[in-house]
């Protein structure tokens, strides 16, 4: 079952002689419950690709429909909401808010939300994650994993249409970075999670369920039909 379509993405900053195409009619489909990694150089297009995806910018042309829903037909408010519900965003640097624990940075959406946190579904969370003896921990009494396994926790608790994941390993040692792999994958496999992650590493890559290769904006490997 489908839950991305990327249709004739085009995003173009600039103009005349300094216009830059970060994308130039992207297309792909990702189904419910996959695990993709979107790779490729620094300037590729990657990040840019994901953005638009999270709905954080919006592009030139194209559209994205996720769960049937082309993104772009709703206004910004009604854009913000629909992300907030259903995008689940992992960051590099983790994101934390420095003053809430982990129980309260992973129910921070839920909370802006104005939604109640199930206590159950939350220690489940808490057990998936390794982090159920660290849940009044803050972000500064935490090492570079469990953070990074708080904000990934932070995504998941909305139970999100996606989850993008972008270089969620690139601030942390091998021995983390494997371990936060690890945990992508179960959550892909045990609660079906729908996963798109951006990664520099082929290795990491190379765990997912299809690789989708970008260079100068084009998708040279993957889709684009």
């Not at 489909?29 to 953005?51: C, M, N, Q, R």
């Not at 309260?104 to 220690?123: G, H």
């Not at 808490?126 to 932070?154: C, F, W, Y």
């Amino acid at each position: 079952m489908e839950i991305l379509k990327v249709q004739n993405l085009t995003k173009i900053y600039g103009k005349g002689t300094t216009k830059v195409v970060a994308l130039d009619n992207v297309s792909f489909k990702v189904d419910k419950g996959e695990f993709v990694a979107i790779v490729g150089a620094s300037g590729s297009g990657k990040s840019t690709l994901l953005h638009l995806i999270g709905g954080v910018d919006r592009p030139t042309s194209g559209n994205i429909y996720i769960d049937g829903k082309n993104i772009f037909d709703f206004d910004d408010d009604k854009l913000a909401i629909f992300r907030r519900r259903q995008i689940g965003l992992i960051y590099q640097f983790y994101n934390l808010i420095p003053i809430l624990n982990v129980e309260e940075n992973i129910t921070l959406p839920l909370q802006l939300d104005n939604r109640e946190v199930d206590k159950k579904t939350l220690n489940d969370m808490l057990k998936l994650l390794g982090l159920d003896a660290r849940k009044n921990h803050l972000p500064s009494e935490l090492s570079g994993g469990q953070q990074q396994r708080t904000s990934i926790g932070r995504a998941l608790i909305t139970n999100p249409a996606l989850i993008l994941a972008d270089e969620p390993t690139g601030n942390l040692d091998s021995k983390a970075s494997d371990e936060i792999v690890a945990l992508l994958k179960k959550t892909n496999k045990e609660l079906k999670q729908t996963i798109i992650m951006i990664t520099h590493n082929m290795e990491i890559a190379k765990l997912a369920d299809r690789i989708i290769r970008l260079e100068d904006g084009k998708i040279i490997m993957g889709e684009n039909s």
